[in-house]
């Protein structure tokens, strides 16, 4: 089973800053990893998948890079809507699995 | 559009059993592996179970393994989760989500409003 570990768990970030998150796998997943946002009361949304493909409809702001066990998601400028937790997901073997989320809050 | 309608959660006691039901439109459901997904609450994302578009494949979290049987009709565009032997670990909301967007790219693109089961005496 692979273990989907997230750092850090909350990120304090001012609006218009970089924000850098980070996913590692207890082994590999190749590129098959994607990235969701999801906001308090809402069901998540698809990011990223591939490792780095934006998904329909994702702004720029936010790219995926890594392969094998490390990958980070980036969001160049943070904008107050981004303000949200983000989970990875490992897709390349069964079972599946997410990390545990890390929190995104305004600092 | 895609829609997806889970139904059928509620409060069972523990050792109880619920069936799940998501009823999808907008898309060929025949086409697409199905899963569930769960959020326990104040908690983050578990995957639960997948089945594939013909139910020849099918695989579970460990979490749920010989507890929990996903099923699928094709012809009425369904998607169902039985759920027994329920322990107060199972709370959560379930979510219902087909693998892949209409492009069939990876990942989860599109989720239903969920239903929450609670485990409970």
């Known amino acids: 089973e692979i273990v989907m570990t997230q750092s850090p768990a909350t990120l304090s970030v001012s609006p218009g800053e970089r924000a850098t998150l980070s996913c590692r796998a207890s082994?590999?997943?190749?590129?098959?990893l994607a990235w969701y946002q999801q906001k308090p009361g809402q069901a998540p949304r698809l990011l990223i998948y591939g490792a780095s493909t934006r998904a329909t409809g994702i702004p720029a702001r936010f790219s995926g890079s890594g392969s094998g066990t490390e990958f980070t998601l980036t969001i160049s400028s943070l904008q107050s809507e981004d303000f949200a937790v983000y989970y990875c997901?490992?897709?390349?073997?069964?079972?599946?699995?997410f990390g545990q989320g890390t929190k995104v809050e305004i600092k | 559009e895609v829609q997806l309608v889970e139904s059928g959660g509620g409060l069972v006691k523990p050792g109880g059993s619920l069936r799940l039901s998501c009823a999808a439109s907008g898309f060929t459901f025949s086409s697409y592996s199905m899963n569930w997904v769960r959020q326990a609450p104040g908690k983050g994302l578990e995957w639960v179970s997948s089945?594939?578009?013909?139910?020849?494949?099918?695989y579970y979290a460990d979490s749920v393994k010989g507890r929990f049987t996903i099923s699928r009709d094709n012809a009425k565009n369904s998607l169902y989760l039985q759920m027994n032997s329920l322990r107060a670990e199972d709370t959560a909301v379930y979510y219902c989500a087909p693998w892949g967007d209409l492009e069939l790219n990876p990942g989860f693109d599109y989720w239903g409003q969920g239903t929450l089961v609670t485990v409970s005496s």
């Open positions: 082994q590999s997943v190749s590129s098959n």
């Open positions: 997901q490992q897709y390349n073997n069964w079972p599946w699995a």
């Open positions: 089945i594939s578009s013909s139910s020849s494949y099918i």
